[in-house]
C-alpha cells in the first residue's frame, strides 16, 4: 500500500513540473512576440525612369473619296449600237476600253471626202507650181520692172497651199469624229451611273454616265490643334497607315500628298490629304476599300527626344510620386508634352533612373517612409532583356 502511495506522489509531481515548464515556455514566447517589432510601413512597388526617343503617331478619321470624278459625255451626235457589258452601274472598266459605239457611217463618209479634197487640192497645188516655174523662165527675158508677183503666180501658189491646209485640217476632224464614234474611258473606272441604251439618238455633249476613277483614291483628315505641332515639316511622301474598322479590318498603305493649305473656320483644324494608289485592287490584289468607307489613319510625325514614357493612370494633375534613396514618398510636379494611348509623354520634372511609385498607398503624403517591393536581380535581368523594361515582382525587402 505504502509503494502505491509512492509511485502515485511521483506521478503527480511529474505532473506539476510539466505543466510548469509548458507555462514558462508560453511566457517567454508572449513576451518573445512582444519584444519584436512591427513594420507598418505602406507596400510600394517601384520602376526606374529611363530617357527614350519617341516617334509621335498621328492618327486622324475620313473618308475614302475618288480622286477625280467623270460626267462622261457623247462628242458626236448619233444612234447608239452598242455598249459594254461592264458599263453599268457598279461595273469596272479598264482606262481606253470601249463602253459604247455610235452608229460610224455619216463620220466614215466624212472622212472619205476630206481625203477627195486634200488630193483635188494637191493636184490644184502642183498645178500651180509648174505654172509658177513656167512663169519663171519667161522672166528671165522681160524687164525686171515688167516682173510682178502676180506674173510669177505667187497669190495663186499660195492659195493653192491653204486649199490643202484646209483640207488637211477638215480630215483631221473627220478621222477625230469617227474615233469619237467609240467612246473610251479615260481611266480605269468604277460605273457610277449610266443613262443611255442601243438605239437611242443621243446628240454631242449629252451626258451618259458618271464614272469614278479608281486608279488613285485620297482621304482628306483634319488635323487637331495638339497634334498640329508634332507633325513634320516636310510631309510630302510620308508613308500613312489606312484602316478601316469593324470586325475584318482591312489595312493598306498610302502616302501623305498635300496640306490644303487652309484652317477651317469653324474647327479651326487643317486638313492634309493622303493619297492610296488602286484601292479596289485591281492591279496588285491586296484587298479593296470601297469609296465612301470611314478609314482610320496613321502616319509618323516628329521625334520626341529624351522623354520619359509614364502610364496616364500614375499622373494625377500633372504630378507623379516617386521614392527618394531614404525609401520616402516624394510628389513631383511634370510637364506632359504628349498623350498617346494610354501613356503620357513626360519632358522635365523627373531625372534617369528616378523610382516611379506603380501603386500608391491609399492615403500618399510627402515624407512618407514605404517597403519597396523589388524583384531578384536574375528574373529583373530576364524582363530587362526581354520587355526593355521591368515590372517589380512581389519579393518583400
Not at 509511485?7 to 519584436?36: D, N, P, Q, R, W
Not at 461592264?86 to 463620220?107: M, Q, S
Not at 483628315?221 to 510620308?238: C, M, N, V, Y
Amino acid at each position: 500500500m505504502k509503494s502505491v502511495l509512492i509511485k502515485i506522489a511521483v506521478l503527480l509531481a511529474m505532473l506539476a513540473i510539466g505543466f510548469g515548464i509548458m507555462g514558462l515556455i508560453h511566457v517567454v514566447a508572449e513576451e518573445t512576440e512582444e519584444e519584436k517589432p512591427v513594420d507598418s510601413r505602406p507596400v510600394v512597388s517601384v520602376e526606374l525612369l529611363t530617357p527614350i526617343d519617341h516617334q509621335v503617331e498621328i492618327t486622324s478619321f475620313g473618308e475614302l473619296t475618288p480622286l477625280e470624278s467623270t460626267q462622261l459625255s457623247a462628242q458626236v451626235s448619233g444612234e447608239v449600237l452598242s455598249w459594254n457589258e461592264n458599263f453599268i452601274a457598279g461595273g469596272v472598266v479598264k482606262r481606253n476600253e470601249i463602253l459604247f459605239t455610235i452608229e460610224p457611217d455619216t463620220y466614215a463618209a466624212a472622212v472619205l471626202q476630206a481625203e477627195a479634197q486634200i488630193s483635188l487640192a494637191q493636184a490644184t497645188l502642183t498645178e500651180e507650181l509648174a505654172r509658177q516655174q513656167v512663169a519663171k523662165r519667161e522672166a528671165r527675158s522681160l524687164q525686171q520692172s515688167q516682173v510682178s508677183d502676180l506674173y510669177l503666180r505667187k497669190p495663186q501658189v499660195m492659195s493653192a497651199q491653204a486649199q490643202l491646209k484646209s483640207a488637211q485640217a477638215s480630215l483631221s476632224i473627220a478621222k477625230r469624229n469617227l474615233a469619237k464614234t467609240q467612246v473610251r474611258a479615260p481611266y480605269d473606272a468604277l460605273i457610277i451611273s449610266r443613262d443611255i441604251g442601243t438605239g437611242q439618238f443621243v446628240s454631242a455633249g449629252t451626258q451618259v454616265a458618271y464614272l469614278n476613277n479608281v486608279e488613285t483614291a485620297e482621304v482628306i483628315i483634319p488635323i487637331a490643334g495638339f497634334d498640329s505641332a508634332f507633325i513634320q515639316d516636310d510631309l510630302k511622301d510620308t508613308s500613312a497607315t489606312i484602316s478601316t474598322q469593324g470586325r475584318s479590318s482591312i489595312i493598306r498603305e498610302g502616302m501623305v500628298n498635300r496640306n490644303l493649305g487652309v484652317v477651317d473656320q469653324n474647327t479651326r483644324m487643317q486638313h492634309l490629304v493622303i493619297r492610296i494608289e488602286d484601292p479596289y485592287g485591281l492591279e496588285n490584289n491586296l484587298p479593296s476599300i470601297k469609296f465612301g468607307t470611314y478609314v482610320q489613319v496613321r502616319f509618323a510625325g516628329k521625334t520626341l527626344k529624351d522623354v520619359f514614357k509614364v502610364p496616364q493612370s500614375l499622373v494625377n494633375k500633372r504630378k507623379i510620386w516617386l521614392v527618394d534613396s531614404n525609401n520616402k514618398l516624394e510628389s513631383h510636379s511634370v510637364e506632359v508634352i504628349r498623350e498617346e494611348g494610354t501613356f503620357f509623354f513626360i519632358s522635365s520634372g523627373v531625372n534617369e533612373r528616378d523610382r516611379l511609385v506603380k501603386n500608391l498607398p491609399e492615403y500618399p503624403q510627402n515624407g512618407m517612409e514605404v517597403k519597396i517591393i523589388e524583384v531578384p536581380s536574375a528574373l529583373n535581368a530576364s524582363l530587362v532583356l526581354h520587355n526593355g523594361s521591368f515590372d517589380p515582382a512581389t519579393t518583400a525587402q
